[in-house]
């Protein structure tokens, strides 16, 4: 089960607010490669995963996504926070309002609502470790892309920390991979799923 | 207790930064389980951490729930929320 802690994994303290801005960023809140997405793909991955290193590993990285989901949004919050609506008028912040006002919501920059299509829990540990290589490395680009995007030291400075966290991320996932095959036939990977045949002994 | 706001701040980002040391350290033990540094670095780092949690939670209120001892106020709820920004 999971505790809270009243803190951000990294501080988030913006002053200007930029409701423009912020209906990009919302992006890495409920978009197709946000954290939100990421959480609940490792989360879900890890019920199946019948190696214990791998499963903690999902377990921990998936609890972190959650704090990285909470930076995001906590961005978002303070990008529109106060705004007049001459400030809402007139930018991509402005649908977004209609139907959220200044809350937040989890959806991506184009306005798709969030959905558990983004992500697979395929439950076979080699797929399940490629699709979680995959998911850092197009969050980390969708980072890159905001970044560009971004003037405010203020925005970039967590942005940046969670970019960097990514790739971190994509390595310790490039080892449960590596770990996971050590573990399985050396001459034939793909012989049995460790998941789901149940002739194979999973090596706890 | 007359703590002023760069004492907070200042414990405030010790505790992210010794935070953040555990948070790493977990994930590559969870990969390296055997690695007997690692897992020295990681009891170091808990400790300190442990002990700069109990200091806040008796200073400024608590950030975890376990850390809450001071059994006067329910500062849990009311005290900042970490997305209110303003302060560390």
Same mark, same amino acid.
């Given at each position: ?5 009243? *803190? ?11 409701? &423009? ?29 019948? +190696? ?28 529109? *926070? ?14 977004? +309002? ?10 991506? #920059? ?28 197009? #969050? ?23 970019? #960097? ?24 990977? +793909? ?7 149940? &002739? ?5 | ?88």
């Amino acid at each position: 089960m999971w505790n809270y802690e009243k *803190r951000l994994q990294h501080p988030v303290n913006i002053k200007n607010p930029n409701p &423009q801005l912020a209906s990009m960023i919302i992006s890495q809140f409920g978009g197709p490669d946000g954290e939100l997405g990421a959480s609940m793909r490792y989360l879900s991955q890890r019920y199946s995963m019948p +190696y214990r290193e791998v499963a903690g590993l999902l377990t921990d990285i998936g609890t972190e996504e959650l704090a990285h989901l909470e930076m995001v949004s906590s961005i978002v919050h303070q990008l529109t *926070r106060n705004l007049s609506i001459e400030e809402i008028e007139g930018t991509n912040f402005e649908p977004y +309002y209609v139907d959220h006002t200044a809350g937040v919501w989890p959806q991506a #920059a184009g306005g798709t609502p969030f959905t558990a299509t983004i992500f697979q829990s395929k439950g076979d540990p080699i797929t399940d470790m490629h699709e979680d290589l995959a998911a850092e490395q197009k #969050a980390r680009t969708t980072y890159d892309n905001l970044i560009r995007l971004i003037k405010d030291p203020d925005v970039l400075d967590p942005i940046r920390f969670l970019r #960097a966290r990514e790739i971190v991320h994509y390595q310790r996932f490039g080892e449960g991979l590596r770990l996971i095959t050590d573990k399985l036939n050396s001459k034939n990977f +793909y012989a049995v799923n460790p998941a789901f045949d149940t &002739q194979v002994k999973a090596e706890k | 207790m007359n703590k002023s706001m760069s004492d907070r701040s200042r414990l405030s980002h010790w505790i992210n930064m010794v935070s953040f040391a555990l948070n790493d350290i977990t994930l590559y033990l969870d990969t390296h389980p055997d690695d007997t540094e690692a897992l020295e670095y990681f009891y170091h780092y808990q400790d300190i951490r442990n002990q700069a949690l109990k200091e806040y939670a008796i200073c400024y209120g608590p950030l975890t729930l376990d850390s809450d001892t001071k059994r006067s106020d329910w500062d849990w709820a009311l005290q900042p929320f970490p997305w209110e920004g303003g302060h560390c």
